[in-house]
T-cell receptor, first 114, second 113 residues
Framework: NAGVTQTPKFQVLKTGQSMTLQCAQD?????MSWYRQDPGMGLRLIHY???????DQGEVPNGYNVSRSTTEDFPLRLLSAAPSQTSVYFC?????????????FGEGSRLTVL | GENVEQHPSTLSVQEGDSAVIKCTYS??????FPWYKQELGKGPQLIID?????GEKKDQRIAVTLNKTAKHFSLHITETQPEDSAVYFC????????????FGGGTRVLVKP
């Protein structure tokens, strides 16, 4: 199993551009989530999904959209990038719909918005 | 709102010494407290967790203690080795936040040989 795979690993955008961060897991996990990591602020939850077709907002959802058309994939969309969205983004999954227990993280996507 | 405070933000120890990281949380109803280790260029990985009905848990050189009355929990690493150098995150599951994890700000640990 590859686990949780994120692409791209690095991306530079200009303000106002749009892009999609991809996340795929091959563990048949119900729960998937996106976090952003900023210095001194830990990991903050952006959006999460408890199963295909179901998504919900986390702590910092503004400026981001998600969808969950399949169990395996959970893309994160930035519609109009802003410098405040410069961060490292992590996708994480968990076997249960509630997301209880261990979270399995991808290796991250570093985004810079100029 | 729900909050997890983590201290210190950086910690430098000599190889073989012990390292202690402390976290406090705001919601007394929290019932699950995991610790994640993040190595350079990697995603966080669970190293140990504890539930609210347990006061202490050990796994080889790492241990976690929980004081529910004071609302704080700590990670203890004994006999530190260079491979323990990483960023460590504590977290707490808050019922008021729909049982979602809230993470502390992280501690960068450097083990000097």
């Amino acid at each position: 199993n590859a686990g949780v795979t994120q692409t791209p690993k690095f991306q530079v955008l200009k303000t106002g551009q749009s892009m999609t961060l991809q996340c795929a897991q091959d563990m048949n996990h119900e729960y998937m989530s996106w976090y952003r990591q900023d210095p001194g602020m830990g990991l903050r939850l952006i959006h999460y999904s408890v199963g295909a077709g179901i998504t919900d907002q986390g702590e910092v959802p503004n400026g981001y959209n998600v969808s969950r058309s399949t169990t395996e994939d959970f893309p994160l969309r930035l519609l109009s990038a802003a410098p405040s969205q410069t961060s490292v983004y992590f996708c994480a999954s968990n076997p249960t719909p509630q997301g209880t227990g261990e979270l399995f993280f991808g290796e991250g996507s570093r985004l810079t918005v100029l | 709102g729900e909050n997890v405070e983590q201290h210190p933000s950086t910690l430098s120890v000599q190889e073989g010494d012990s390292a202690v990281i402390k976290c406090t949380y705001s919601d007394s109803a929290s019932n699950y407290f995991p610790w994640y280790k993040q190595e350079l260029g990697k995603g966080p990985q669970l190293i140990i967790d504890i539930r609210s009905n347990v006061g202490e848990k050990k796994d080889q050189r790492i241990a976690v203690t929980l004081n529910k009355t004071a609302k704080h929990f700590s990670l203890h690493i004994t006999e530190t080795q260079p491979e323990d150098s990483a960023v460590y995150f504590c977290a707490a599951r808050f019922k008021a936040a729909g049982n979602k994890l809230t993470f502390g700000g992280g501690t960068r640990v450097l083990v000097k040989p």
